[in-house]
Every structure is written in C-alpha cells, then in structure tokens.
C-alpha cells in the first residue's frame, strides 16, 4: 500500500540554524501538507501545497518557514532559523485530488520528531 | 475566532460503545474529520462529514449536526487496540484541531 514517507526520524539542532525536512507524499496525490505537534499538545496545521503554491497557511507559518517541492516527488519543510519552541513532532500528510475542504482523506506520514537545543 | 472542544479522556470496557463528542465554532465550513492518533504515530483517517446525520464505516460512526456545531464519534465492540487519541479538526476558514480526547480500553 502507497504511503507518506518522512525523513530525518529524528532531528537535534542548535538555536539559529536552518533545517530541512523531508516529505516523499503518495506519488499520484496533488494536495501537500505540513502539520506539527508539540509534545502533549494538539496538532496545528501549519501549510497546505497544490499546483506547485502555497494554497492556505496559518499564522504559525510566518516568515522562518519555507516549502518547496523540488523535483517531482519530494516536498520539503525549511525552518530558516530555529528556536527553542519549534521542537516538536512535524507530520507531512498528502492527499489526492480535490483537497481537504472537499473531503479528500489525508495520509499523513510518521513525522519527524525535531529538537531545537 | 475557531474553536474546537472535546473531552480530555475517556475510560470505557472491552466491548461497550464509547461516544466521544466534538463541538466547534468556526468562520465558514467545509467539514468534520476524526482521526485515530495512537502514542507516538501520526494520525490516521477516520471519518469526514459535510451534511448532517450519522455515516456509518464498520465499527465507526460519526455524525454532524452543522446547526448546532456539533459532532461525535461513536466506536462500537470496542477492542483494546481502540486505546488512543481521538481527534476532531474542522475545516473552517482555517483548519483547526481539537485537543484530542484520550481513549482508554480496559479489559
């Protein structure tokens, strides 16, 4: 069965430097998203992606966050320069064709689990 | 604004029928989904609803009701493998989580 990749499983940082996290969504899915979860809280949505654009953000995805799908089956999260509260879970999910707001199932993948130190 | 409510955790028996209820206030409305988040995995699809009344999938039910803001999830014989999180996101103007509501199964 297709599924949402994600790597690094795990990612420690310093303070102020950039991260890349990686998304490979189900290959024939058009719809891309970012969510994150801080440790015991809930899941926000940060970014949905479609058409190569950004399609919806939230107001946590301010200036320090970029994506970009750099070639035809990766999707990439930048955090330009870290700080201590974007430690969290990030989840990667894609979904198929008419998006979530036309009730499209998202699979999310197994997140990537960063730590800001 | 948004906002999404939902209990915090509830306890039910092998077997029994738990209900799990979800209230929301959002701008706009294009739906309801739950989704299953065991400790430590991503959170997998349960259920969407956009009109009103109970959809029925196996062992899962859920059911809107736009007026009122409201929905629930019902899990039907439930098995201890149905300990985990249970979560509401609404796709509002923006799309927004609830809490989660902590299931727990005991035997």
């Known amino acids: 069965e297709p599924e949402v990749t994600q790597t690094p499983s795990h990612q420690v940082t310093q303070m102020g430097q950039e991260v890349i996290l990686r998304c490979v969504p189900i290959s024939n899915h058009l719809y891309f998203y970012w969510y994150r979860q801080i440790l015991g809280q809930k899941v926000e949505f940060l970014v949905s992606f479609y058409n190569n654009e950004i399609s919806e953000k939230s107001e946590i995805f301010d200036d320090q966050f970029s994506v970009e799908r750099p070639d035809g089956s990766n999707f990439t999260l930048k955090i330009r320069s870290t700080k201590l509260e974007d430690s969290a879970m990030y989840f990667c999910?894609?979904?198929?064709?008419?998006?979530?707001?036309?009730?499209?199932?998202?699979?999310f993948g197994p997140g990537t689990r960063l730590t800001v130190l | 604004g948004q906002n999404i409510d939902q209990p915090t955790e509830m306890t039910a028996t092998e077997g029994a029928i738990v209900q799990i209820n979800c209230t929301y206030q959002t701008s706009g409305f294009n739906g309801l989904f739950w989704y299953q988040q065991h400790a430590g995995e991503a959170p997998t699809f349960l259920s969407y609803?956009?009109?009103?009344g109970l959809e029925e999938k196996g062992r899962f039910s859920s059911f809107l009701s736009r007026s009122k803001g409201y929905s629930y999830l019902l899990l039907k014989e439930l098995q201890m493998k149905d300990s985990a999180s249970y979560l509401c996101?609404?796709?509002?103007?923006?799309?927004?989580f609830g809490g989660g509501t902590r299931v727990l199964v005991k035997p």
């Open positions: 996101e609404a796709a509002g103007n923006k799309l927004t």
């Open positions: 609803n956009v009109l009103d």
């Open positions: 999910a894609s979904s198929e064709a008419l998006g979530l707001r036309s009730g499209d199932t998202q699979y």
